[in-house]
């Protein structure tokens, strides 16, 4: 019994486009989190310095990253969608 594709998805034609924003978004978190990297190993007791709400500097950057991250990835859903729709839209115009 075999089973192809629900269904067909054709050509993506934004690929181009998903991989540069991918790329730029992953390097601006690889930054981000080089830099608590960075202040882990060159001042530990930074870390500890209480910044928020009761909370240490390294649990607030903590969340910090994953909020990034979860925000990230929101702006890359919403960003791929668009030029989706957009590349879909002058498709179908030609």
Known sequence: MAHGPSTDWGEDKAIGFKTKLGLWLFLV???VYVGFIWINVASPKTMATIVF???N???V???G???LAFVMGIIYDI???NKENELNE???DK
């Open 29 to 31: 978190y690889v930054l």
């Open 90 to 92: 002058e498709d179908s």
């Open 57 to 59: 500097l390294a649990v």
């Open 53 to 55: 709400a009761g909370q």
């Open 61 to 63: 950057y903590g969340f």
């Open 79 to 81: 960003l791929c969608s």
């Open 65 to 67: 990253l994953i909020i």
